[in-house]
């Protein structure tokens, strides 16, 4: 159970659609510990995983999940055989209510597919660009397009395997999205260096200095998922006692969905108060987007450290496990962004570099639509020459058969009688 939970929770959405999982109560000695108030809580939300097919995929679990059958196997099939496709093979046995909905399913998502990808070609085709017809069948690796009408065993199997596939690559995706992010920012601030004199420069990159040590002055950031780290959570965000700090207690507190586990996103909302002391959103110097990549590699830090069989969930006892290691007790202090540059100094001049090249293209397409317009432009000068001298061709073959033609018979007649005789 715990793979297949793992691959939704860390998409952000098995919350909302693995909704059989049962609250662990949460048992404290309330002699020791005062409690905040209680609330209700709230149900998760569904939050999006980042997946072209997140919708479909979502669907297609909350249906699976109404099956009896399949959610007993569910819950006693473990990560090897998930991975393997032996629960694949289990919808054979779902009810065929379940079945039909999951044909109906894949139907839409194919035509949501065609109808995307003929727009794209459309458009790329359209812009003179050459079609990548195999990104395009890319698209559709999470189900089996050469049968687009019924759900098969084949369609829950690449579901799952595309869903892992990706799922491992989308936190690579976006530490590289965020490089990409922090060297153009460095790139268009050199850009514009260039645009000021002596003087400018001068004071621009006095600001820019005077931002960079205002950001690096906070208060100590906590090593992510270390003891101290949680007993500021403990204290500041629940209102405890440090002293009575008690992990299994911190645990069950903050499993938001109360299925035992620590999902991603539960993870990464112990956070927020070692994230406050570094970011702060009304100030010049903090960037929202390094904040989010400093609470990914917090995660990532943690789950690396915690997460023994790799599901991507912290078990309740993998959680107590950790808290008796040495990096829990005594830990390393924690290098933020501003102590570790995201990119290298050859990766940034191999990115200016691809900047140059794409901006030579660009000005070549430019100059090239430039001479296209101006070709057409004399093209359409000609051709309004030409409907010129026509026309006055024809006006002037009016004139020559007006002339050349004799006149009327009474013009003729008066003509006569002018004439003298003799």
């Known amino acids: 159970m715990s793979y297949l939970k793992g691959l939704l929770t860390s998409c952000l959405v098995l919350a909302s659609v693995m909704s059989w999982a049962k609250a662990v109560p ?19 939300q569904s939050v999006d995983t980042g997946l072209h097919y997140d919708r479909y ?27 393997q496709g032996k629960l694949a093979k289990e919808l054979d046995f779902v009810s065929h209510h379940v079945r039909t909905k999951l044909d109906e399913l894949k139907r839409q998502e194919v035509s949501r597919l065609r109808t995307l990808i003929k727009a794209k070609q459309d458009i790329e085709g359209g812009n003179g660009k050459n ?45 590289e999205e965020f490089k990409r992010y922090e060297m153009m920012k460095e790139h268009e601030r050199r850009e514009h260096l260039k645009t000021l004199d002596e ?63 620590f999902d991603e996103q539960e993870l990464e909302a112990l956070f927020t108060k070692e994230l406050e002391k570094i970011y702060d959103p009304t100030n010049e110097e903090d960037d929202m987007v390094e904040m989010e990549e400093e609470r990914l590699r917090m995660r990532e830090h943690v789950m690396n450290e915690v997460d023994s069989n790799k599901d991507r969930l912290v078990s309740l006892d993998e959680f107590l496990v950790a ?19 995201a990119y290298t100094d050859e990766e940034m001049r191999e990115f200016e570099e691809q900047l140059a090249r794409q901006e030579e293209d660009l000005n070549l397409k430019a100059a090239d639509l430039q001479k296209q317009r101006e070709d057409l ?18 006006e002037h073959m009016e004139r020559l058969k007006t002339q050349k033609d004799p006149p009327p018979p009474e013009m003729q007649l008066q003509c006569i009688s002018c004439k003298p005789f003799g």
């Open 26 to 44: 949460i048992s404290i000695d309330k002699t020791k510990v005062k409690l905040p108030e209680e609330t209700v809580k709230e149900p998760p």
């Open 57 to 83: 995929l979502r669907e297609v679990i909350d249906f699976l999940e109404k099956d009896q059958h399949f959610r007993e196997k569910l819950h006693n099939t473990d990560m090897e055989d998930i991975k």
């Open 131 to 175: 079609v990548d017809h195999q990104a395009l069948l890319k698209q559709f690796e999470h189900l089996n397009h050469m049968n687009p009408h019924t759900f098969e065993v084949e369609d829950l199997d690449r579901l799952i395997k595309s869903a892992t596939k990706d799922l491992e690559n989308y936190d690579k995706e976006r530490h």
């Open 199 to 261: 003087e400018g420069r001068r004071k621009e990159e006095e600001h820019y200095e005077e931002m960079k040590k205002k950001h690096a002055d906070h208060p100590k950031v906590n090593h992510p998922g270390s003891k101290d780290q949680l007993k500021e959570v403990w204290e500041e965000a629940d209102g405890l006692d440090p002293e009575d700090f008690d992990p299994k207690t911190f645990f069950n507190l903050h499993d938001a969905n109360g299925d035992g586990f």
């Open 323 to 341: 808290t008796k290691k040495k990096e829990f007790l005594e830990p390393d202090s924690w290098e933020t962004l501003e102590q570790n540059q």
């Open 377 to 394: 432009e004399r093209q359409q000068e000609q051709l309004n020459a030409q409907k010129v001298e026509l026309q006055q061709a024809v």
